[in-house]
């Protein structure tokens, strides 16, 4: 090739050395020319003859990169010839004895030119942004995390499993939230109920408490506490949350009440719907739940059971009820209450609960002296948010969820939510009532007669409507199951007996049947 031919002496190609093969051009490595600013150390490095990768002077060591006058540290890349088809722009570090910070620039064959720069000042080698301070690698790190968190949250919240409630699709979130582990009793029955809601109630009323009712505004809580065989219901509490207003209504229901339409037992009492109620009714707590809505007229949304041991449990963990005690209690011989300010434990408060023998109106006595404990049972809760925080409350609720102490169809979230607007209300704010009614006999079909409680309708009705029906129309006679057996009171006391916990909290103990002192007090 002619171009790479070299031309020796005069340039005549006549000459006696014209016929003799011509060598070739030494190949020069790319860029190995020093800039015109400074000329290389002595003639031998002008003569081109290649000396080394760094070195000015093959002899000398090497003598590092900021130590001689205008070095280059080119790529750790074999060198590929100047003709090379494929040439890599490299990242080349100018750096002077004058100038401290090194210059990167990019090298393309015997080009150079200044390396590119992102904004946030990185240099750019090849494409690729070259490795940051730590302040940026945490920022990427986090980046990396927030987009991994978010795309588990989509993927948590996607409706991708069926409730077997009522078949819908819901996330994961819906079903740990709405998650039932303790609802041994079974789910409520919520469909095909006339609850007759008032037409001052609009369909875009919101109460702002996000839980599953029945009627917006209301959710109506069912208590029952069981005797030691867990067969009868002795305790029967029906809890409105008006949230709507903010209040509580409490009805209290005895045990004793006649209902003999809604039970197989000879006496007709209520506390036997649950073991002996309606048998076409597959859970037991459905049946209380009928009878309490179709005589009542209180449409249910929960419910809650507990047994005597539990309620000891969850006493002692919430560290016992402060009470005041008029008289000493003797709930047997060796299980005595003493009388003044004292802290009720579990297993003192379960006594003062189910105490009943010296009462001189028996279970309704009882009843009355449950109120004195609904006080200060309330009081203890607020104390524990105020001196506690509720951050300890829903620390209690969990452990009596964990421990099973209670059976509820009540999710977690659910029970933190009621129990947070329990929380908010004063003890002015919360009303106790009891079913009207009087001391009656009931004459079974065993041919037996058997004293029982006959529920005055009218007056129970009209309390209702007053206190436990705040969204719906008011009802009448004809909306009740109610069966009187007496239709001439004889005792229209408990009629009314309507009381917040504020007054209840320094009431007295219901009167004593000096009769039934125990015979060591004589």
């Known amino acids: 090739m002619e171009q790479n031919e070299t031309r020796m002496g005069n340039g005549n190609v006549n000459a006696p050395d014209a016929n003799k093969p011509k060598p070739l051009r030494k190949l020069k490595r790319v860029g190995a020319e020093k800039p015109a600013a400074h000329p290389p150390a002595d003639a031998s490095a002008q003569s081109g003859e290649y000396r080394g990768k760094h070195l000015a002077d093959p002899k000398e060591e090497y003598p590092g990169i900021h130590s001689s006058d205008s070095v280059r540290i080119e790529s750790e890349a074999e060198y590929r010839g100047q003709y090379q088809s494929q040439q890599r722009s490299r990242l080349v570090y100018k750096n002077h004895k004058n100038n401290a910070a090194a210059q990167p620039v990019m090298r393309h064959g015997a ?12 240099t750019v080698i090849a494409g ?14 986090g ?42 009793e079974g789910q409520l029955e919520k469909t095909e109920k006339q609850l007759n809601v008032s037409a001052d109630v609009t369909e875009n009323y919101d109460d702002g408490l996000d839980l599953p009712q029945l009627i917006e505004g209301q959710y109506t809580v069912l208590l029952l506490g069981f005797d030691e065989d867990r067969f009868n219901t002795d305790v029967m509490w029906v809890l409105e949350f008006d949230i709507g207003h903010g209040e509580l209504n409490i009805l209290q229901i005895p045990r004793d009440c006649c209902l003999p339409d809604f039970t197989s037992a000879v006496t ?15 859970t037991p707590i459905q049946r209380v739940v009928n009878a309490v809505e179709q005589n009542f007229g209180i449409p249910v949304d929960a419910y809650v059971t507990t047994g005597c041991d539990d309620i000891v449990k969850i006493i002692d963990l919430i560290g016992g009820i402060p009470i005041h005690l008029d008289n000493e209690i003797i709930y047997e011989a060796d299980k005595i209450i003493p009388e003044g300010d004292i802290v009720l434990t579990g297993e003192q408060a379960e006594w ?46 969990k452990k009596i969820f964990d421990n099973e102490w209670v059976y509820t169809d009540l999710t977690l979230d659910d029970m933190s939510k009621v129990a947070n ?61 109610i069966q009187e057996l007496v239709t001439y009171y004889e005792y229209t006391g408990y009629d009314d007996t309507s009381a917040n916990l504020e007054d209840l909290e320094h009431a007295t103990e219901p009167a004593r049947n000096p009769d039934m002192k125990p015979w060591w007090k004589e």
């Open 128 to 141: 690729i942004p070259s490795r940051g301070t730590w302040r940026d690698r945490l920022v990427k790190i």
């Open 421 to 481: 607007f329990a929380s908010t209300l004063s003890t002015d704010s919360v009303t106790v009532n009891m079913v009207p009614g009087e001391s009656a006999t009931y004459y079974a079909s065993d041919g037996e007669e058997y004293e029982v409680y006959s529920v005055h309708a009218q007056a129970t009705v009209d309390i209702l409507n007053e206190h436990f029906r705040p969204y719906q129309e008011k009802m009448t006679l004809s909306d009740t199951a």
């Open 143 to 184: 980046a990396v995390t927030l987009s991994i968190l978010l795309i588990g949250a989509m993927i948590l919240n996607m409706p991708i499993f069926v409730n077997r409630n009522d078949q819908r699709s819901v996330s994961l979130v819906y079903l740990v939230k709405h998650w039932q582990p303790i609802a041994k």
């Open 268 to 282: 007709g009492k209520i506390n036997s719907v649950y073991s002996m109620g309606d048998q076409s009714i597959a």
């Open 111 to 122: 080009h150079e030119y200044p390396a590119p720069v992102t904004d946030t000042g990185e």
């Open 352 to 397: 003062f609960i189910r105490f009943r023998h010296e009462w001189l109106e028996g279970d309704i006595g009882r009843m009355m002296n449950q109120r004195r404990f609904m006080a200060a049972a309330m009081n203890k809760l607020l104390s524990i948010v105020k001196d506690e925080g509720r951050i300890k409350l829903y620390g209690y609720l």
